[in-house]
């Protein structure tokens, strides 16, 4: 049995919820009828439920509330993902605009024109990466969280 799972779309959050059961086996039940014994206890009223093969689910964790459950299977909803990966983009570039703003600001009391000018120019380029940093050729959650544009710091990992 350790290898079904019961999955659902919780409907406060719209996340998919993965349920490895653990109640009491009764005698004779079937891995499917045991799962779906276990799903009356755990899965809200009202509440589609399927029971799928661990094996099954998306292996890469990246986008994990992007999931969604369609006819039984679960896959990552790839537009959902893009949509969370432009907006971990857009967390890091504003981080890295912010500390561009301290670099500007000290060029302009140093009365260092240049440096204004290269540190606006780079500023730019930030603010353009969601116009320019195209992530709809991505088909696969991998392909997509490797993706990242060059020169912007990615956050470390918790």
Do not use: C
């Not at 790839?78 to 857009?90: G, K, V, Y």
């Amino acid at each position: 049995m350790a290898d079904k799972r019961i999955v659902y779309t919780d409907p406060s959050t719209s996340n998919v919820v993965v349920v490895t059961p653990t109640a009491v086996r009764l005698e004779g039940e079937s891995d499917d009828d045991y799962a779906n014994r276990v799903a009356g206890l755990v899965v809200p009223n009202g509440v589609a439920h399927s029971v799928v093969n661990f094996d099954s689910l998306p292996t890469d964790r990246n986008f994990r509330n992007d999931w969604a459950i369609s006819g039984g299977s679960v896959s990552v909803d790839m537009a959902a993902a893009r949509t969370t990966h432009m907006n971990n983009i857009r967390t890091a570039r504003n981080k890295k605009l912010e500390e561009l703003d301290v670099t500007f600001m000290r060029a302009v009391e140093a009365a260092d024109s240049d440096a204004q000018a290269s540190t606006a120019t780079e500023k730019q380029a930030l603010r353009d990466i969601p116009a320019t940093f195209d992530l709809s050729g991505f088909d696969n959650a991998t392909d997509l969280y490797a993706a990242w544009p060059d020169g912007l710091p990615r956050p470390a990992e918790g």
